[in-house]
């Protein structure tokens, strides 16, 4: 095989550094926080913005966090597969696909990142509070940021390529 269809057919698994980078942040994070942060115990740190420790055994705003105990293994069952199917749409991508890649392997590493925490600990720890007044969004960890920034890119790109094949 040539190095031009070995290229081809990896894809854009080379965005796979990215996924990487995530997954050492936010387990590095979450190692930091469960070290110095006590949980349920808010630190503040400028007006709107605290770390504070929590552990999530539920799925995103502690969905299902009451559930007996089976959610882990069905979420985390979720984000193992949604993480294969990832990989394999990274390797299905030309190399041009930069919006795309980038996005597939933030959302990859979130997903890994957090399921690393429901398989070893039983839950995803959580540390980062954003709230206004009496109004608190969910902790979230870097996992989550990078899902979302993830996702948006997605969308974006989605956007920008509807919109180039409408003016053909």
Sequence with gaps: ??????????GALKWLWLSA???????GTKAIASHYLLLHQPVAVFPGF???????SGAAFSFLSEASGWQRWFF????????AGITLWLKRLQSNQIWL????????????GNVWDRLTLGYVVDFIQVYYDQWAWPAFNVADSAITVGAVILVIDSLRRSQNTGSD
């Design 50 to 56: 605290n770390w504070t420790l929590m552990h999530n």
């Design 21 to 27: 980078l995530i997954v050492v942040l936010d387990l």
């Design 1 to 10: 095989m040539d190095l031009s269809a070995q290229t081809k057919s990896s």
């Design 101 to 112: 890649a980038t996005g597939l392997a933030l959302i990859l590493g979130g997903a890994l």
């Design 76 to 83: 985390s069952g979720i984000a193992i597969a949604a993480s």
